[in-house]
């Protein structure tokens, strides 16, 4: 987790100085307070997913920048798997692990996400123009786009516009597992 904290911190720092923005600006443009992002770009606290995903937006960069290292198809091969780093929310009831991070030249990331049961999570508006692709691998879950909870089970996927907001839930005693692709434009 130590190392994690370390590469959201040169990360957001790197970010902010290069679009040169102090974290006043910072602050505005993402919803986080400045205390809070000082703290961040410090490594003295261990942000959110929620929190993760406002940055994210508010910079107009993909998420997995945040958690993952740099995964460019080098030589034409690209892999994920277990070897990358975890990100949990609310103490273990979400999980979100970069299987693909951001692809600059696809432009698109992976991402396997658990939700503990009877978990709900609610997240803001992408960039304008982001899709989202989610497909469930495990357990059911429902999704919410504009407004309307749609299930879905094992096997199952639903795409929509993800510049609006939206959730995930499960509401069924087991755990569900699914894989999100979020497609930038």
Same mark, same amino acid.
């Given at each position: 987790?130590?190392?994690?904290?370390?590469?959201?911190?040169?990360?957001?720092?790197?970010?902010?100085?290069?679009?040169?923005?102090?974290?006043?600006?910072?602050?505005?443009?993402?919803?986080?307070?400045?205390?809070?992002?000082?703290?961040?770009?410090?490594?003295?606290?261990?942000?959110?997913?929620?929190?993760?995903?406002?940055?994210?937006?508010?910079?107009?960069?993909?998420?997995?920048?945040?958690?993952?290292?740099?995964?460019?198809?080098?030589?034409? %091969?690209?892999?994920?798997? !277990? $070897?990358?780093?975890?990100? #949990?929310?609310?103490?273990?009831?979400?999980? /979100? @692990?970069?299987?693909?991070?951001?692809?600059?030249?696809?432009?698109?990331?992976?991402?396997?996400?658990? %939700?503990?049961?009877?978990? !709900? $999570?609610?997240?803001?508006? #992408?960039?304008?123009?982001?899709?989202?692709? /989610? @497909?469930?691998?495990?357990?059911?879950?429902?999704?919410?786009?504009?407004?309307?909870?749609?299930?879905?089970?094992?096997?199952?996927?639903?795409?929509?516009?993800?510049?609006?907001?939206?959730?995930?839930?499960?509401?069924?005693?087991?755990?569900?597992?699914?894989?999100?692709?979020?497609?930038?434009?």
């Amino acid at each position: 987790m130590e190392d994690l904290n370390k590469h959201i911190a040169a990360t957001l720092k790197e970010l902010r100085q290069k679009k040169g923005l102090s974290l006043d600006k910072v602050a505005l443009a993402t919803g986080v307070s400045k205390a809070m992002l000082g703290q961040i770009e410090r490594g003295e606290s261990s942000p959110t997913v929620a929190t993760l995903w406002k940055i994210a937006v508010g910079f107009d960069a993909p998420f997995s920048l945040f958690i993952a290292e740099n995964n460019n198809l080098a030589h034409g %091969l690209a892999q994920g798997g !277990e $070897h990358v780093q975890s990100v #949990h929310l609310n103490e273990l009831r979400m999980q /979100v @692990v970069p299987l693909f991070p951001f692809d600059e030249q696809l432009k698109f990331e992976l991402f396997v996400i658990e %939700l503990s049961p009877h978990y !709900e $999570h609610l997240s803001l508006p #992408h960039q304008q123009g982001v899709v989202e692709h /989610v @497909v469930v691998v495990a357990g059911s879950m429902e999704v919410l786009i504009a407004g309307i909870w749609h299930r879905l089970s094992s096997g199952e996927g639903i795409s929509f516009a993800a510049d609006q907001p939206h959730g995930y839930r499960n509401p069924s005693a087991i755990t569900a597992r699914f894989h999100n692709i979020i497609h930038y434009c």
